[in-house]
């Protein structure tokens, strides 16, 4: 009986320790044309949804064009732009995902 004690706890911690690989997750984007707008779905490689994320749109100067935050279906929204221009969603917790504006298609 003093034995198992031990090894439960010992089995405890390496499924704790081996455990957060099997939950990574990591940051994903899409954004399309649509109408006067381009709309990118925000969310993560394991499926779940960026609900109130901030994605931030870019001219190729680095100067901030536009922000918004994402809805509950995960999308943020903005306007198009003349200019080239890149959107960023960063998850704060991995490496930001960027799409280039000559990327984007029409949906």
Do not use: W
């Amino acid at each position: 009986m003093t034995f198992k004690q031990p090894l439960k706890t010992l089995s405890g911690v390496a499924l704790l320790l081996s455990s957060s690989a099997a939950f990574a997750h990591f940051p994903l984007m899409h954004c399309v044309f649509k109408g006067d707008n381009i709309e990118c779905e925000a969310g993560y490689s394991d499926g779940s949804k960026a609900v109130n994320s901030k994605v931030s749109m870019y001219d190729y100067d680095d100067n901030l064009v536009a922000k918004e935050i994402t809805d509950k279906r995960s999308i943020a929204t903005f306007k198009k732009t003349s200019g080239d221009f890149y959107i960023v969603f960063d998850s704060g917790h991995e490496s930001p995902v960027e799409v280039d504006g000559v990327e984007i298609t029409d949906k």
